[in-house]
């Protein structure tokens, strides 16, 4: 069964440094999207992104995150310079259509010291 | 705003108990609901959804959850839980058609801890 699948499982980095998380959707949906989840809290959205924009994001996707589907099966989230509350797990979702299921990934651990 | 509410946080059973989860949803328009788990050290997996047709949604490992739509409501139950069901459990709700690739707002979740 396909599935969706994220690296790496487990990224630390310090504070102030750039990273790349990497999904790999199911490979004919067109929506994707990314969620994290703070240890001990609920997942909330981040951004969704279909037809090479970005759809919608939320008010946690400032100017430090930024998405791209560099080559039509990767979906990346880079965050620019991260900050100690951006220690989460990250997790990318893909869908066939708006109104379809969304599958989730295994997730990213982020742990940023 | 939608949002989603989940009005236990920790829900302590026995094995063999029966087991109703409560979930709230705001607005009144179209939706589709879900049920997700997330066991300790795990990423999450969906229980059961529900998109249309029957309310009453059958899903994996015995659980079912009916959507009362006069209610908002979407509660998830199984008739009798076990040690391996301890986990957190997360209702979930999309709005579709509210943006071009609609996000799914999930609820704070509820704690299920089992006593064998």
């Known amino acids: 069964e396909p599935e969706v699948t994220q690296t790496p499982s487990h990224q630390v980095t310090q504070m102030g440094q750039e990273v790349i998380l990497r999904c790999v959707p199911i490979?004919?949906?067109?929506?994707f999207y990314w969620y994290r989840q703070i240890l001990g809290q609920k997942v909330e959205f981040l951004v969704s992104f279909y037809n090479n924009e970005i759809s919608e994001k939320s008010e946690i996707f400032d100017d430090q995150f930024s998405v791209e589907r560099p080559d039509g099966s990767n979906f990346t989230l880079k965050i620019r310079s991260t900050k100690l509350e951006d220690s989460a797990m990250y997790f990318c979702?893909?869908?066939?259509?708006?109104?379809?299921?969304?599958?989730f990934g295994p997730g990213t651990r982020l742990t940023v010291l | 705003a939608q949002s989603v509410s989940q009005h236990n946080h920790h829900v302590i059973l026995s094995e063999a108990a029966s087991l109703e989860l409560g979930c709230n949803y705001s607005y009144g328009g179209t939706v589709n609901l879900f049920w997700y788990v997330q066991y300790p050290g795990q990423h999450l997996q969906l229980l059961l959804k529900?998109?249309?047709?029957?309310?009453l949604v059958k899903g994996i490992k015995g659980f079912e959850a009916e959507f009362i739509k006069s209610k908002f409501s979407f509660n998830l139950r199984k008739p009798s839980v076990q040690w391996s069901d301890t986990a957190e459990y997360f209702c979930a709700v999309n709005y579709p058609g509210y943006s071009s690739a609609s996000k799914i707002i999930f609820g704070s979740g509820t704690r299920l801890s089992i006593r064998p």
């Open positions: 490979s004919n949906h067109l929506y």
């Open positions: 979702a893909s869908a066939q259509g708006d109104a379809n299921e969304q599958f």
């Open positions: 529900y998109f249309s047709g029957d309310p």
